[in-house]
């Protein structure tokens, strides 16, 4: 399995961004694609996920998101989304996909994912 993440830059606050996360190697539709981010010396921090086909394909966000990033999929293309709007400062992270098929209580957790990209790097200036 494969996640090849991209998108991120240098914006400035109030602009807007999108991210995608490529997968290869799996069955796209059947997996929990979730985006998660991280500052240096902290743990990795929920953003966004999109649940499996089955699951109804439906999205949570975290409270600090929820209205500005909209995460989306596109199955013909094994291709997850995440459109990043009124971006803030503290909205700098370096920004990770990652796909999993975990229990529904755990797909916040960083730790319920098994796969994840390398990375893409968000930076937002005041």
């Known amino acids: 399995v494969q996640l090849q993440a991209s998108g991120g830059g240098l914006v400035q606050a109030g602009d807007s961004l999108r991210l995608s996360c490529a997968a290869s190697g799996l069955t796209f539709a059947d997996y929990y694609m979730t985006w998660f981010r991280q500052l240096p010396g902290k743990e990795r921090e929920f953003v966004a996920t999109i649940r499996r086909r089955s699951a109804g394909g439906t999205t949570d966000y975290a409270d600090s998101v929820k209205g500005r990033f909209t995460i989306s999929k596109d199955n013909s293309k094994n291709t997850v989304y995440l459109q990043m709007n009124s971006l803030k400062p503290e909205d700098t992270a370096l920004y990770y996909c990652?796909?999993?098929?975990?229990?529904?209580?755990?797909?916040?957790?960083?730790?319920?994912?098994?796969?994840w990209g390398q990375g893409t790097l968000v930076t937002v200036s005041s």
């Open positions: 990652a796909a999993g098929v975990p229990a529904l209580s755990a797909r916040f957790r960083a730790s319920a994912y098994r796969h």
